[in-house]
Nanobody, 126 residues
Framework: VQLQASGGGLVQAGGSLRLSCAAS????????MGWFRQAPGRERDFVAA????????YYADSVKGRFTISGDNAKNMVYLQMNSLKPEDTAVYYC????????????????????WGQGTLVTVSS
């Protein structure tokens, strides 16, 4: 499975960005896709995930109400609409996927995801 993320860039605080991720290869085995992010000097943190079968979504508390994850199964795409961006959202954002059916206890764990994209940088200026 290959993941190609795009859409990062520089935006002022309060602005919006939309990230896209295209999956290719053996995507039939994928049960969820999502996003993690890594700020300088920090570990990778869960951002959001979407379950392929029923579209159920999961969010980190820090982005609830501001970010929206969506998917297009026919196109093997996942999107992350980011609104009301804050400087603390600055990070490299990674698209991820897993063959596991996500549940609340595991969806936020990086170890649950076996394929990671190359990352796209989001910079939010104050």
């Amino acid at each position: 499975v290959q993941l190609q993320a795009s859409g990062g860039g520089l935006v002022q605080a309060g602005g919006s960005l939309r990230l896209s991720c295209a999956a290719s290869g053996s995507t039939f085995s994928r049960n969820a896709m999502g996003w993690f992010r890594q700020a300088p000097g920090r570990e990778r943190d869960f951002v959001a995930a979407i379950r392929r079968g029923d579209g159920r979504t999961y969010y980190a508390d820090s982005v609830k109400g501001r970010f929206t994850i969506s998917g297009d199964n026919a196109k093997n795409m996942v999107y992350l609409q980011m609104n009301s961006l804050k400087p603390e959202d600055t990070a490299v954002y990674y698209c991820v996927t897993t063959p596991l059916v996500p549940i609340l206890s595991s969806v936020k764990s990086a170890s649950a995801y076996d394929y990671w994209g190359q990352g796209t940088l989001v910079t939010v200026s104050s």
